[in-house]
């Protein structure tokens, strides 16, 4: 994992805390947690908690302190984590996943943006599970995923109740090299910036990369 670049992209990745401060004010503004919570499928467990799904476990937001736990372990999720679960959260306009499929560059200045991404998470993926496709089947249903029907080997993981991320592979053969992509669902720019997107595939994609195994 010594390839991991470009942190330092953009502004959310250069100030966590400034963007973690942001993101608590986001969720203070909210006047109606409820509603919020139907809108992004969280769960409404009282005035001062709140059960969000976030790639395949449950994390409870604390009012009006804003912590962010693991279940009812009590583990705090990683910063990066608590940016994206809030951002979420705060945004969520309730719209359900269409079943349409959408490139990164088909989203609000994804063209712009998309040597980063690929860069980020496109050529990672290809890099660790190009050549061993079952390795990201085996890593990816550890976070809930399901397959899918795109590629040689394709799987799709729920990263919040209303964003599916679907991550396809190429093998590649003696004339060309494994290849890959990341597709969402089209309401995606109704729950995350496409900035967090960025965040949150590369996230996904670290994650998987962790749960290889060494042998």
């Not at 499929?101 to 609000?108: M, S």
């Not at 050529?123 to 976070?143: I, N, Q, T």
Request: aromatic share 8%; hydrophobic share 40%; proline share 5%.
């Amino acid at each position: 994992m010594k390839d991991r670049s470009s942190l330092s992209d953009s502004p959310w990745e250069r100030g966590f805390d400034v963007s973690y401060k942001l993101a608590l004010e986001r969720v203070a503004k909210i006047n109606d947690i409820k509603e919020q919570c139907r809108k992004s499928g969280a769960n409404y467990l009282g005035p001062h908690k709140i059960g969000i799904n976030y790639l395949n476990q449950q994390y409870h937001i604390l009012l009006p302190d804003v912590k962010i736990l693991l279940g009812d372990g009590g583990t705090e999720a990683s910063l990066r984590d608590k940016i994206l679960i809030l951002h979420y959260f705060a945004e969520a306009k309730g719209i359900q996943a269409t079943g349409k499929l959408i490139a990164y560059k088909q989203l609000p200045g994804g063209i712009s943006y998309f040597p980063a991404f690929s860069r980020r998470a496109i050529a990672p993926l290809v890099k660790h599970f190009g050549k061993s496709p079952e390795l990201l089947r085996k890593a990816a249903a550890k976070l809930g995923g399901r397959e899918a029907d795109y590629g040689d080997l394709s799987m799709t993981i729920n990263a919040f109740d209303h964003v599916p991320i679907t991550l396809v592979l190429w093998r590649g053969d003696e004339e060309l090299a494994p290849n890959g992509n990341i597709l969402f669902d089209a309401n995606i720019s109704d729950y995350l910036s496409t900035e967090d997107v960025t965040v949150l595939t590369e996230t996904i994609i670290w994650k998987l990369v962790k749960d290889i195994p060494s042998t």
